[in-house]
Nanobody, 122 residues
Framework: DVQLQALGRLGASWGSLGLSCTAS????????IGWFRQAPGKQREGVSC?????????YYADSVKGRFTISRDNRRNTVSLEMNGLKYEDAGTYYC???????????????WGRGTLVTVSS
């Protein structure tokens, strides 16, 4: 039984936040893993994806390029998303999932975790 779990943590600086996705029943290094988010009243959108190891190629939505960084730690079976320069429009429920990039669009695939809420306030 595969389970993905997303957890949030405070970032190292003001306006930053980190998310971590861990998995049970799945060796994350063998799968592309990504982050998706959904704001209230809006469609879910792909944020970032990292390909399987060892390549670990990264993909970012235009809205987060230069601000968010996705990475993986295979020893801990974890994929993280560091979010800097947070904006109000970054708020929403974030999900980690296996992912793929199809014709330049990030889509989720087989396995999804439950979401974790990110709020942005002044």
């Amino acid at each position: 039984d595969v389970q993905l779990q997303a957890l949030g943590r405070l970032g190292a600086s003001w306006g930053s936040l980190g998310l971590s996705c861990t998995a049970s029943g799945l060796a994350m290094e063998e799968y592309p893993i990504g982050w998706f988010r959904q704001a209230p009243g809006k469609q879910r959108e792909g944020v970032s994806c990292i390909s399987s190891s060892p390549a670990s190629r990264t993909y970012y939505a235009d809205s987060v390029k230069g601000r968010f960084t996705i990475s993986r730690d295979n020893r801990r079976n974890t994929v993280s998303l560091e979010m800097n320069g947070l904006k109000y429009e970054d708020a929403g429920t974030y999900y980690c999932a296996t992912c793929q990039v199809v014709y330049g669009s990030l889509i989720g695939s087989d396995y999804w975790g439950r979401g974790t809420l990110v709020t942005v306030s002044s």
